[in-house]
């Protein structure tokens, strides 16, 4: 392939800081720093006898970027150094990683037990779209070990969740539920994208499969869309790589290339935006216009025990409730300037949403509240602004509750 390694770490293992900017290099013959970007879809093979041998397995190489393609194997590689996993695969999106992720190993028969608090078309899928194929769901409260226990039937193959949960940051205790897992002999899928890769890692705490949208923190900048799955090598290389290569989610290797960026500077960012984050949670808490503030690092989040247990800080998110109503809500969202009304999250620019009438919308008000999504619920993603500036911005916009 002309392509070499740049592996060089001389058997000391390597901080994540410093394997986010290194691992995974694939230099070509021209021995760019940057990694490349192979923008092709296909593979040209020097013999016919080649080309069979390449079919075959014989032969290790690329055959079509459906498939695998090299600047996408970059990314697959940092992921798994990052995550400290044995394989990945790299998807056009978060919810091509999910559904893939479920897909590839549920048939019809099958049990899922799934926590009820979760990204609104992570939802779907489990709630809506695996039932028509014939795949039984049970929703439970994540929080609940014991209901976790008691949903699990002799057909349960998989138990999903995510944790800190979408939107209101409830948590679930990975530990705690990959055990009940073991011992019902169901694969254990987690959606780590709040957390981010930097302050959780789901597998030594018994998960089996993780998964990201890399659209959030690992692009960082609001670019592009992308997500990757991660596991063990039968799991990822079989089932999820047969699935994928046949069905078709593949990430651009032009996506794949601005997520090895973003990968480089993930440390920077990700610190940058949690101080910003507990500072603002601690902010809101002392004002008289805040109802109730949901942050996993403050010591009154419901779970913060865990939190210490099981992740590395508080994270980028904040969520918090306003005194008042829809209309009080409405009137500080619209009188916040840095802060962007946007459902995205994990961006370097400061976000805010309004979950009840956006990406929650579709559920009742009743789901909702059991949700712990009110009217009055608003959800922060923390960008890279001065701290200073995003507080006088929320200071200022306060006042429009009253
Ligand atoms: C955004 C998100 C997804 C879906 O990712 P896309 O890249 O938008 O497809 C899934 N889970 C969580 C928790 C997310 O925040």
Redesign the pocket.
């Known amino acids: 392939m002309g392509a070499t390694k740049d592996q060089k770490s001389g058997g000391i293992a390597w901080h994540p800081a410093t394997k986010l900017v290194h691992e995974g290099t694939l230099r070509s013959q021209f021995g760019e720093t940057s990694e490349a970007i192979f923008l092709n879809s296909g593979y040209v093979y020097q013999s016919a006898e080649q080309a069979e041998a390449r079919f075959k397995g014989d032969e290790e190489g690329y055959v079509y970027s459906r498939y695998a393609n090299p600047t996408v194997s970059m990314f697959e590689a940092r992921m798994c150094a990052l995550e400290g996993a044995p394989a990945a695969r790299g998807t056009a999106?978060?919810?091509a990683a999910?559904s893939a992720s479920l897909l590839c190993h549920l048939k019809t028969g099958d049990h899922v037990v799934s926590a009820r608090a979760l990204?609104g078309?992570?939802r779907y899928i489990v709630e809506d779209l695996l039932p028509r194929y014939g795949i039984e769901t049970t929703l439970v409260d994540g929080r609940d070990l014991d209901a976790w226990r008691e949903a699990v039937k002799p057909n349960t193959r998989v138990f999903f969740f995510?944790t800190p949960t979408?939107p209101v940051l409830e948590l679930v205790d990975i530990a705690g539920v990959s055990a009940i897992a073991k011992k019902a002999g169901a694969l254990v899928v987690v959606?780590n994208?709040?957390a981010t890769p930097l302050l959780q890692r789901p597998m030594p705490l018994g998960a089996d499969i993780v998964v990201y949208?890399a659209?959030?923190h690992i692009d960082g900048q609001g670019r592009c869309?992308g997500?990757v799955v991660l596991g063990p090598k039968e799991f990822i290389e079989e089932k999820l790589h047969n699935f994928l290569k046949h069905t078709g989610p593949s990430l651009s290797p032009f996506n794949a290339w601005v997520l090895l960026k973003g990968l480089e500077t993930l440390t920077v960012r990700v610190d940058r935006a949690c101080a910003s984050a507990a500072a603002i949670a601690d902010f809101l808490a002392a004002r008289k216009e805040v109802a109730r503030v949901f942050y996993p690092g403050r010591a009154d989040h419901p779970q913060h025990k865990l939190a210490k247990k099981q992740m590395g800080g508080g994270g980028p998110m904040v969520a918090f409730e306003v005194k008042g109503d829809k209309e009080a809500a409405f009137r500080f969202m619209n009188a916040l300037s840095i802060f962007k009304i946007s459902n995205n999250?994990g961006d370097a620019k400061s976000l805010i949403t309004h979950p009840a009438t956006t990406t929650h919308q579709r559920l009742s008000p009743e789901v909702r509240a059991e949700l712990g999504i009110f009217d009055r619920s608003v959800r922060l993603s923390i960008g890279l602004e001065d701290v200073n500036d995003l507080m006088a911005d929320l200071d200022q916009a306060l006042v429009a509750v009253r």
């Open positions: 999106s978060g919810m999910v990204f078309s992570c995510e979408n959606d994208v709040f949208s659209t959030k869309l997500g999250l």
